[in-house]
């Protein structure tokens, strides 16, 4: 069964201390593997898709890097702002067509100033 | 350039009546998705639609549940004789249908129910 895991749940970090968070996979064939920011009480945000592993994206204080088995979002030098919860998600290639994306619980990051 | 929209973005019922949601999606988005997300929670995968025709369900959707896309534009889904546990974020998402592997989809604010 197609599956994903993120760790830690939650992580507190204080302004400026750099982290990373964890997806772990296992799916049918990978299509590819999605990160999205997501603040209290809205939807979902697009951040970043990776397809093959080795592929890193950037985008300001994030990147997001895969291999064959987990996904790791870095935050370098966070500012408060950055606190949200970061969801992980992949769409298999066993789901034949049709691009359902399979989400993770998700990580809850607090920065603290 | 308008994104995805949900209305309503709040909904209190109370047990045994029935809801629908609207979703506008992009307007050059051919695909539809419906996900419910619950507090702690990833969003789980509802259902799907390609223009107007559905083309997969959950096993999460019950026979309650009904999801419509008309002329492959909005979508609506229903929920009948709602239930406390059908308490929960439904989010719908858009995307283009892949010319290639890649497809990202983008996600509205959401309609947040409560069933009391």
């Known amino acids: 069964e197609d599956q994903v895991t993120q760790s830690p749940e939650a992580l507190r970090l204080q302004e400026g201390e750099s982290s990373s968070l964890n997806c772990s996979y296992t799916?049918?064939?990978?299509?590819?593997l999605f990160w999205y920011r997501q603040d209290p009480g809205k939807g979902p945000e697009f951040l970043f898709t990776l397809y093959s592993a080795g592929e890193e994206k950037e985008k300001e204080r994030l990147k997001a890097t895969l291999t064959k088995k987990e996904s790791f979002l870095h935050i370098t030098a966070p500012k408060p702002e950055d606190s949200a919860t970061y969801l992980c998600a992949v769409q298999a290639a066993g789901s034949g067509n049709t691009g359902k994306l399979i989400f993770g619980q998700g990580t809850t990051l607090q920065v603290k100033p | 350039d308008t994104g995805v929209s949900q209305n309503p973005r709040h909904k209190i019922t109370k047990r045994g009546q029935n809801v629908t949601f609207r979703c506008d999606p992009i307007?050059?988005?051919?695909?539809l998705y419906w996900y419910r997300q619950t507090l702690g929670q990833g969003p789980e995968f509802l259902t799907y639609?390609?223009?107007?025709?559905?083309?997969?369900k959950s096993r999460l959707l019950s026979d309650r549940f009904s999801a419509e896309r008309p002329k492959g534009s909005f979508s609506t889904l229903e929920i009948q004789r709602t239930e406390q546990g059908d308490s929960a974020m439904y989010l719908c998402?858009?995307?283009?249908?892949?010319?290639?592997?890649?497809?990202?989809?983008?996600f509205g604010p959401g309609t947040r129910l409560l069933v009391l």
């Open positions: 307007s050059e988005h051919n695909r």
């Open positions: 799916v049918s064939g990978l299509r590819g």
């Open positions: 998402a858009s995307s283009l249908a892949p010319r290639t592997t890649q497809e990202t989809q983008y």
């Open positions: 639609f390609q223009n107007e025709a559905q083309l997969e």
